[in-house]
């Protein structure tokens, strides 16, 4: 999104930040939580909001607004909402992940990648990964359950289908694109699920690349209706930022995330924070995109 290559946000300059938590300063009239019970300022709280994030004092409707339970640290807490959120929709909502199953998780030692490995293991998937270095892919084997995670740099298509045999994959999260997505196409099983949240691909270091964007554009393969019918297979496209209209299935997902964060059930994997100041927001993205971050990054105040 700051580079660019995202057509949802505003024209430049704008503040970035999609999630964010902290403390209520400050209640309008009529603010009330879901059960109805009133805002009260020094509650603690986590926002959601399309863009704006990136500052020290927020202005949001109730309906973007959520408890943050208690012994839940704000770190912790504003690393979960987009992660999770976007692996539960890819995995149980797209994808209708059923325990047994084997889901292949590319990048999986990132946000959204540890966040899925984890509610792919505890839902009782079969759970392969790829990451590009050998602290990523232990960290994603040995602390967070996976069954195996391969170099995402080689020939992790080879080494899957050396893994699996005949097999396949019956549900694959890629927010990578370019040849990676055709790998994963070759490996669904019959009646197996592709989900593409990102192009990753598109944007390898810290700046923005418009010929390498464009070739990571042409190498993501193109899913005619037809070609679908004979191996079976299905594709489906998610993107977070969209699914404001289905509160309804977002919001209890959420709680219930932010309920399982807080009693470690689930582990919102921060790897450093950074100052909430300008420089350090641009040594935070210089880190993300080095590929450094295991896990997420979060700017703290």
């Known amino acids: 999104?700051?580079?660019?290559?995202?057509?949802?946000?505003?024209?430049?300059?704008?503040?970035?930040?999609f999630e964010v938590a902290g403390?209520?300063?400050?209640?309008?009239?009529?603010?009330?939580?879901?059960?109805?019970?009133?805002?009260?300022?020094?509650?603690p709280c986590v926002g959601l909001i399309r863009y704006g994030g990136y500052a020290r004092d927020l202005v949001l409707p109730t309906r973007n607004v959520f408890r943050r339970p208690a012994g839940l640290a704000a770190?912790?807490?504003?690393?979960?909402?987009?992660?999770?959120?976007?692996?539960?929709?890819?995995?149980?909502e797209a994808a209708r992940a059923r325990a047994g199953e084997t889901a292949?998780?590319?990048?999986?030692?990132?946000?959204?990648?540890?966040?899925?490995?984890?509610?792919?293991?505890?839902?009782?998937?079969?759970?392969?990964?790829?990451?590009?270095?050998?602290?990523?892919?232990?960290?994603?084997?040995?602390?967070?359950?996976?069954?195996?995670?391969?170099?995402s740099r080689g020939d992790w298509e080879e080494d899957v289908r050396e893994l699996l045999g005949d097999r396949g994959v019956h549900l694959a999260l890629d927010a990578v694109g370019g040849a990676a997505t055709e790998s994963c196409r070759r490996l669904l099983a019959p009646l197996g699920r592709l989900v593409f949240y990102g192009m990753s691909e598109a944007m390898p270091g810290g700046r923005r690349n418009w010929v390498r964007a464009a070739l990571a554009w042409l190498r993501t393969p193109r899913f005619h209706p037809l070609s679908l019918i004979q191996p079976g297979i299905g594709v489906f496209g998610v993107h977070l930022l969209h699914l404001q209209a289905r509160e309804e299935m977002l919001r209890p997902n959420l709680e219930s995330i932010l309920g399982q964060v807080a009693t470690g059930e689930l582990r919102a994997v921060v790897d450093r924070t950074f100052p909430l100041t300008r420089d350090g927001a641009v040594a935070a993205h210089g880190y993300i995109h080095q590929r450094r971050n295991l896990g997420k990054v979060v700017l703290e105040a």
């Open 75 to 92: 770190v912790d807490a504003a690393a979960a909402p987009v992660a999770f959120l976007t692996a539960q929709v890819c995995l149980f």
């Open 23 to 43: 403390v209520v300063t400050g209640v309008g009239e009529g603010a009330v939580h879901g059960d109805g019970a009133p805002w009260r300022e020094g509650e």
């Open 1 to 17: 999104m700051r580079a660019g290559l995202y057509d949802t946000v505003p024209p430049r300059p704008y503040s970035p930040g």
């Open 104 to 151: 292949l998780v590319l990048g999986a030692a990132g946000g959204v990648g540890t966040a899925a490995v984890q509610l792919a293991v505890r839902a009782g998937l079969h759970v392969v990964g790829t990451a590009g270095t050998e602290r990523k892919r232990m960290f994603v084997t040995d602390e967070l359950g996976a069954e195996a995670c391969f170099d």
